[in-house]
């Protein structure tokens, strides 16, 4: 883990609010190597995107409590000065975020915009950072990209405006991308044109690349290793190969359950998860899919840490249920993977 | 033309809706019309569900709200349970609105956030001549069978998640006791979790009240799981149209396959392995579609036929129809193997 | 953006027919009293009122009447003749006009000077000390009636009878001879009137400020690596002046009108204003028109000039 581009080691992330303290991230760790997309899956509220911008240095305010290391490049951006972490924002990683229309501003060309990324910076004249906007958005695959670059974000479709932002996160040659569910807002059609551009890019250029959405479906065509997450916690780590083919945790089979698909048949009904996420002021004691799981027993009140236990040396889970037991009860009675409870099965 | 669901509880014939477009100094003058819906024919059978699929920009919500009147349609036929919509003035429409509900995709921008959910959903109670604790015990009923409870009455809006405010909608819709509703992209803004209580929620509701369902998407896993048929949007034409399961073992129409192969197979080996569609860049403008079949400037199979002659409905048997001079299962079924490959093919 | 601004010319000029005919109709049909017998004065007599009404073209049909009023105003810039001053009101009002430009000039230069880095501030520093110090002084200076404010500042600092006596009191406006004689007279006058709009347009900016620094685009910029300072001055309040613009100009505009009459009033100044308040008194309707009918032109303009730079400043307003 040492020797990784970005470790983020036991991350809590703590918001003060007029209810009480909000622990958005509750001891989050993961790291992303040189080459190595991470995907990051979970549902609104999962810590997820707090994680990723606390990394950036974009949650710092009076009222937020952090701590954890965040090693990047043998620094730690979590006791960084300010100037210093705006140095390595834009410039070292670059973050893109889901809605592409509201995220540029409104009033300035995109030529602007782009040179604003360079000239934050780098000191070069106008015309380098006309050129090297030019040079990017031929990169992200936009046409006559020197008429674009007098137009402004109105001007152009949904799946464009995220090349734009994508050109603009990538111009400092940054040696991670963070990609806040860049694809949610997006088609379908438009959202395979996103991502493959995106694993594209980080062969071409070799980056690290973070992927963080709620849709099983979108890590599919893009990463390497995967980290679930809910409710502050990350709950499973591992391939993609272990994620989708030897899921470790009840969470995770919820996921995978609801998931409907294009190439079965219709089943009766979707396996669903019950009940909502918790609310992250007063989280459940313990294992905090407790309360939504129908396997819970009684050691889950006690908090399970992220460990192997599935014999695979980089799956981690949190879950107390014994493997071999998981690997029946994972199992629904529509013969997928999904969360269900299942008869005569539980000590 | 009949375009099967035998015993029609809506039949759209021919709908057109254009919004013009005006320029000019001083008076607008008409340069140009946004052809949203450029000629569209279809039925629904009571009690099914018909899925409509396309991207944003294809016209599909435009179809929704011009089939429900609530923007005028430029020409064309909607008759319900065999009478004709189109041309009828409000206080007309009015009990025919009861039969015909809507579900809206935004659960945050569909609730009128300074009323109170029994408010909301007691609104068409209301409007329709309900009153009183009568009411009350109306509102509370819809509450409870779409999983809430009757304490949430008092509530408003953003105290809720997105996943229950879309549940409010769906009482609200249920109010009246419609024979039709229209969801439009009712699971697209959700997690994917709530998104399968709320797909659960919405068949369940159909079974108990005999409903028949349009449920547009453009997320095709989700449509293949809740529709009997489904119809494929293209530039304000439908494209392609037939039973589920056909469509997504056998499509015909190239575009029907591209959307097919750009949705996300959630396992690694399958997916590795598919050799999707990918069309590059946009949508061309509803205001300017391509001559001739709208698809042929980005489908891979085009042929000069395509620019000259716009390809008509054809039914392959079935009640399977597709407009396309090249249909993909006589012309390239080694396409649809290479991007969609099946686990359980339905026999062709 | 050539066609909006073309449209928004036209709609303007159109505008001004309008409501000349609405003023001519408020002012010839429904007046309390007899401008004739007005005009004519105190003991006149049947006979001499009715000559007057003649000279005065009075006993005309309405239509021709309106016909000689559009015809006047907009072909020869006429606004017809005090019945007081026995002057032309149009010379009237150009010669109170350069002392209202100059007060509210002044007053505008002041408020935007307070008023807008207070709006900053407070939504930067949002709930601080400073923050909440800063709005309850804003809602005093909004609460406190304008002539009040202005008599408690001639009272504190007056020269003839204040405590403190710093500037020139009131009337020194018409007994200075020299531009900077005026300047000096219009201090006080130029604070009273952009008290209240200077706590306005901080309030304005700060809600502003605190709705577009919530944007994504702000996340965005920080995300790039921005300084703050660049963040929120050239994403921030580049976005959230707008609607500030817009009002700028109303307020200019209705000012030039005429509605700085109760400063005017305070301190003495022959502006715009005080002609109104006194044309009132003595009901010279034909110099309250032709004020009305001044104004609207001025709100008519304002509003257009700001229109235009709306789409300047908005790119999305221009492809409507």
Known sequence: ????????????????????????????????????????????????????????????????????????????????????????????????????????????????????????????????????????????????????????????????RQRVMIAMALINDPKLLIADEPTTALDVTIQAQILRLIAELQERLGMAVILITHDLGVIVQVVHRVNVMYAGRIVEAGTLDDIFYDPQHPYTWGLLGSLTRIDRARTSRLSQIRGQPPSLIAPPQGCHFRPRCPHAFDRCPETPPLEARSGSPGHLDRCWLEPEEKRVVRITSSGEIGLEAREGVRA | MSLDGAGRLLEITDLVKHFPIKRGIIVDREVGRVRAVDGVSLSVAPGETLGLVGESGCGKST??????????????????????LVGRRGRELRPLRREMQMIFQDPYASL????????????????????????????????????????????????????????????????????????????????????????????????????????????????????????????????????????????????????????????????????????????????????????????????????????????????????????????????????????????? | MLRYIVRRVLWGIALLFITSAVIFLIFNILPSADPAVLRAGRNAGPQQIAQVRHTLGLDRPIYVQFADYMRAVFLHFDFGYSYQYNYPVRALIFQRLPATAFLVAGAVVIWLGIGLPTGIVSAVKRRSLLDRAMMATSLALISAPVFWLG????????????????????????????????????????????????????????????????????????????????????????????PVVTLLGLDIGTLLAGNAILTESVFNIPGVGRLLLTSIERSDLTVIQGIVLFGAFFIITFNLIVDIAYAFLDPRVRYQ
């Open chain 1, 1 to 160: 883990m040492s020797d990784a581009l970005l470790s983020v080691e036991d991350l809590e992330v703590t918001f003060e609010t007029d209810d009480g303290p909000l622990r958005a991230v509750s001891g989050a760790s993961f790291s992303v190597d040189r080459g190595e997309t991470l995907g990051i899956v979970g549902e609104s509220g999962s810590g997820k995107s707090v994680a990723n911008l606390t990394v950036l240095g974009l949650t710092r305010a009076p009222n937020t409590a952090i701590s954890g290391r965040i090693m990047f490049d043998g620094r730690d951006l979590a006791t960084l000065p300010a100037e210093e972490l705006r140095r390595v924002r834009g410039n070292d990683i670059g973050m893109i975020f889901q809605d592409p229309l509201t995220s540029l501003h409104p009033f300035y060309k995109i030529g602007r915009q782009l040179a604003e990324a360079i000239n934050a910076h780098r000191d070069v004249s106008d015309n380098e950072a006309r050129e090297r906007s030019i040079e990017l958005l031929g990169l992200v695959g936009i046409p006559e990209p020197e008429r674009r670059l007098s137009q402004y974000p109105h001007e152009f479709s949904g799946g464009m």
């Open chain 2, 63 to 84: 179809l929704c709200r011009t089939v429900l009147q609530l923007i005028e349609p430029t020409s064309g036929s909607v008759r319900f349970e065999g009478q004709e």
């Open chain 2, 112 to 348: 009128n956030p300074r009323k109170r959910v029994g408010q909301i959903v007691g609104a068409p109670l209301a409007l329709h001549g309900a009153s009183g604790r009568e009411l009350r015990s109306q509102v509370q009923e819809l509450l409870e069978r779409v999983g809430l409870s009757s304490e949430h009455m008092n509530r408003f809006p953003h105290e809720f998640s997105g996943g229950q405010r879309q549940r409010i909608g769906i009482a609200r819709a249920l109010a009246l006791q419609p024979k039709l509703i229209i969801c439009d992209e009712p699971v697209s803004a959700l997690d994917v979790s709530i998104q399968a209580q709320i797909i659960n929620l919405l068949e369940d509701l159909q079974d108990e009240f005999d409903l028949t369902y349009v449920f547009v998407a453009h997320d095709l896993g989700v449509v293949r799981h809740v529709s009997d048929r489904i119809a494929v949007m293209y530039l304000g034409k439908i494209v392609e149209l037939g039973p589920a399961e056909e469509v997504y073992a056998n499509p015909i129409h190239p575009y029907t396959l591209t959307l097919l192969s750009a949705v996300p197979i959630p396992d690694p080996r399958e997916n590795a392995v598919r050799k999707p569609i990918v069309l590059e860049g946009d949508l061309p403008s509803p205001a300017n579609p391509p001559p001739a079949c709208r698809f042929h400037t980005r489908c891979p199979y085009a042929t000069e036929i395509c620019s000259e002659i716009e390809p008509e409905l054809v039914d392959y048997g079935g009640g399977h129809w597709a407009a396309c001079h090249h249909p993909l299962h006589r012309e390239h079924p080694e396409a649809i193997a290479a991007a969609v490959p099946h686990a359980d093919a339905a026999p062709r």
């Open chain 3, 151 to 242: 008599l408690v500042l001639l009272y504190l600092f007056a020269q003839d009878l204040g405590r403190f006596p710093i500037f020139p009191g009131q009337g020194a406006y018409a007994e200075a001879t020299t531009f900077f004689g005026r300047a000096e007279a219009l201090i006080l006058p130029w604070f009273v009137l952009a008290a209240a709009s200077a706590a306005i347009y901080a309030r304005y900016l700060r809600s502003s400020m605190i709705d577009v620094m919530a944007e994504d685009y702000i996340r965005t910029a920080r995300a790039k690596g921005l300084p703050e300072r660049t963040v929120i001055m050239r994403h921030g309040v580049r976005s959230a002046i707008t």
